[in-house]
């Protein structure tokens, strides 16, 4: 089995700045894509970011320029730095892995999610 462990999470003003990790645990060959998503009250998951194995990243409009994805491949961990946080940031949010187990089974795991509240 696979678990993925979200923190980092919090309050925090408008402008400010946050960064989440995402570790993966368990019995565990590799990992593929990883990826960040949200939720705010009232709608649907959406896409934050997301980095292959490589390191190729992919971002959702909104939040270009402000947020950063980054990985580390020896410690199954995925990241995902906010800078200049707006109050419509405000969401849980969860992390996603696309996961090849140790018996060379794939299948995606997700986070239990984190809340972040961007408000003054």
């Known amino acids: 089995q696979v678990q993925l462990v979200e923190s980092g999470g919090g309050l925090v003003q408008p402008g400010g700045s946050l960064r989440l990790s995402c570790a993966a645990s368990?019995?565990?060959?590799?990992?593929?894509?990883m990826g960040w998503y949200r939720q705010a009250p009232g709608k649907q998951r959406e896409l934050v970011a997301s980095?292959?194995?490589?390191?190729?990243?992919n971002y959702a409009d909104s939040v270009k320029g402000r947020f950063t994805v980054s990985r580390d491949n020896a410690k199954n961990t995925v990241y995902l730095q906010m800078d200049s946080l707006k109050p419509e940031d405000t969401a849980v949010y969860y992390c996603?892995?696309?996961?090849?187990?140790?018996?060379?089974?794939?299948?995606?795991?997700w986070g239990q999610g984190t809340q972040v509240t961007v408000s003054s």
């Open positions: 996603k892995a696309d996961v090849v187990s140790s018996m060379f089974t794939s299948r995606e795991y």
């Open positions: 368990g019995s565990i060959f590799s990992i593929n894509n």
């Open positions: 980095i292959t194995r490589g390191g190729s990243t």
